[in-house]
């Protein structure tokens, strides 16, 4: 057990629908990852906060957003939903900014049907 | 090309063998290096953090890093069914996010 928990573990929704996935760092984690884990696409970084801050993106569509609390919990919201978006969403936690030992969590797997 | 390559495999061998799983990189800035170990539809497990060269031994599991030549392994040694796992290699400058090779496919025959 990494620490860092996911919730919900899985979510089965339609297209154009919204959905939030919700992260809990590791405790005195300050950073959140998002990732983004589909068959053919491997690992792919979404977005970095650090103390409630945006640090980084990578290749996260504008349909999604994410943001990090005071408690440090974060929420990874997908919007205008599509097929392609049935994926494994992870979210991983480190202590500092910098991108380093980061810890997962247990992934919340997304099907858009 | 790929930041960084590493075989899909999957790779079979049987219980008790040295397994010997590689990543080769392109970015000289990579100073971080990391292995995860992930079982089907779970998140990965870090494994092993190696900072720069040289070489970190955990158990059964060494982790080799070579910056001249661009390329990490990990060795796991007296292999078990419960190795069976994708292993997923990770680099980072510590200036970005992570880079992620595609993960090798592990599996233990007992």
């Known amino acids: 057990d990494s620490g860092v928990t996911q919730t919900p573990k899985h979510l089965i929704t339609a297209t154009g629908q919204r959905v939030t996935l919700r992260c809990s760092p590791r405790?005195?984690?300050?950073?959140v990852y998002w990732y983004q884990q589909s068959l053919d696409q491997g690992l792919q970084f979404l977005i970095q906060?650090?103390?409630?801050?945006?640090?980084a993106k990578g290749n996260i569509l504008e349909r999604f957003s994410a943001q990090q609390f005071p408690d440090l919990h974060s929420e990874l919201n997908l919007s205008s939903l599509e097929l392609g978006d049935s994926a494994l969403y992870f979210c991983?936690?480190?202590?500092?900014?910098?991108?380093?030992?980061?810890?997962f969590g247990p992934g919340t797997r997304l099907t858009v049907l | 090309q790929k930041e960084v390559e590493q075989d899909p495999g999957p790779l079979s061998v049987p219980e008790g063998a040295i397994v010997s799983l590689n990543c080769t990189y392109s970015?000289?800035?990579?100073?971080?290096f990391m292995w995860y170990r992930q079982y089907s539809r779970k998140g990965p497990e870090l494994l092993m953090y190696?900072?720069?060269?040289g070489n970190k031994e955990d158990g059964r599991f060494t982790a080799q890093v070579d910056k001249s030549s661009k390329y990490i392994s990990l060795f796991i040694r007296d292999s078990q069914p419960s190795d069976s796992a994708t292993y997923l290699c990770?680099?980072?400058?510590?200036?970005?996010?992570?880079?992620f090779g595609s993960g090798t496919r592990l599996q233990v025959q007992p």
């Open positions: 991983a936690s480190s202590v500092s900014t910098s991108y380093n030992e980061q810890f």
């Open positions: 405790s005195g984690d300050l950073s």
């Open positions: 906060y650090y103390n409630g801050e945006e640090r």
């Open positions: 970015n000289s800035a990579f100073q971080y």
């Open positions: 190696t900072y720069s060269s």
């Open positions: 990770a680099m980072g400058t510590g200036r970005r996010a992570l880079t």
